[in-house]
T-cell receptor, first 111, second 116 residues
Framework: GENVEQHPSTLSVQEGDSAVIKCTYS??????FPWYKQELGKGPQLIID?????GEKKDQRIAVTLNKTAKHFSLHITETQPEDSAVYFC??????????FGAGTRLTVKP | DTEVTQTPKHLVMGMTNKKSLKCEQH?????MYWYKQKAKKPPELMFV???????INESVPSRFSPECPNSSLLNLHLHALQPEDSALYLC???????????????FGPGTRLLVL
C-alpha cells in the first residue's frame, strides 16, 4: 500500500518568511495529492490539492509542486503570517485505494 | 458551500454508556467517512459509506457501529468503549464514490470524545 513520509515534523519561521513542507510517496499509481491545515481543536481543512497531470498549482500565498519522477510533492507558503500557524498534513491517493496521510508538520510563525 | 457539520462537539462517556455521533452534509456528496484522530497523529480511516452502503470497514472493533440513514447523514454508534478510544472523531464527505478517481474529501470539525 501507499506510504507517505512528511518532513519536517516541526517548522518555526519568522513572520514574512517562506515555509516549505515536503512529502514523498511510495506508490507511483498515486494520482491525487491534497494538503490539509488543522488548527487546534478543529478538523482538517483542505487548503490546496494537485492532480498527477499538473506539476504546480498556486493559490495566492500557497503553492504546491509535484515531481512524479521523484515521487515527491511540496507545500510552499510565502509571506507567512501568525494565522498560518497550524499542523499541516499532506496526503496521497491512488484510484481504487485509500487516501494516506503524512505524519504532519507543526508550523509556528513567530510575530 | 463545503460544510460538514458534526454533533456533539464534545462528549464524555463511561465505559458502559451508549452514545451516538452525528454528521451531516448538504453538498450532495455520495461518499461519507469516519476517521479517528489521536493527538499529534494523522487521521485514521475507520469506515466509508458510498451511496449509503458500507463499502469499507478498516477492521474497526464492533463497539463502533456506523449507520447511514440517508445520503446526507452519517451516524457512529458507540457502546462499551474503552479509555483508549478517546480521540477526535472526524467525519468527511466527497462528491463521488470513494475509490473512483481523485475525490476531494471535506472534513467536519470533529467530536472530541473522552471515555472514562
Amino acid at each position: 500500500g501507499e506510504n507517505v513520509e512528511q518532513h519536517p515534523s516541526t517548522l518555526s519561521v519568522q513572520e514574512g518568511d517562506s515555509a516549505v513542507i515536503k512529502c514523498t510517496y511510495s506508490d507511483s499509481a498515486s494520482n491525487y495529492f491534497p494538503w490539509y491545515k488543522q488548527e487546534l481543536g478543529k478538523g482538517p481543512q483542505l487548503i490546496i490539492d494537485i492532480r498527477s497531470n499538473v506539476g504546480e498549482k498556486k493559490d495566492q500565498r500557497i503553492a504546491v509542486t509535484l515531481n512524479k519522477t521523484a515521487k515527491h510533492f511540496s507545500l510552499h507558503i510565502t509571506e507567512t503570517q501568525p494565522e498560518d500557524s497550524a499542523v499541516y498534513f499532506c496526503a496521497a491517493k491512488e484510484w481504487n485505494n485509500d487516501m494516506r496521510f503524512g505524519a504532519g508538520t507543526r508550523l509556528t510563525v513567530k510575530p | 458551500d463545503t460544510e460538514v457539520t458534526q454533533t456533539p462537539k464534545h462528549l464524555v462517556m463511561g465505559m458502559t454508556n451508549k452514545k451516538s455521533l452525528k454528521c451531516e452534509q448538504h453538498m450532495g456528496h455520495r461518499a461519507m467517512y469516519w476517521y479517528k484522530q489521536k493527538a499529534k497523529k494523522p487521521p485514521e480511516l475507520m469506515f466509508v459509506y458510498s451511496y449509503e452502503k458500507l463499502s469499507i470497514n478498516e477492521s474497526v472493533p464492533s463497539r463502533f457501529s456506523p449507520e447511514c440513514p440517508n445520503s446526507s447523514l452519517l451516524n457512529l454508534h458507540l457502546h462499551a468503549l474503552q479509555p483508549e478510544d478517546s480521540a477526535l472523531y472526524l467525519c468527511a464527505s466527497s462528491q463521488e464514490s470513494y475509490r473512483w478517481g481523485e475525490e476531494t474529501q471535506y472534513f467536519g470539525p470533529g467530536t472530541r470524545l473522552l471515555v472514562l
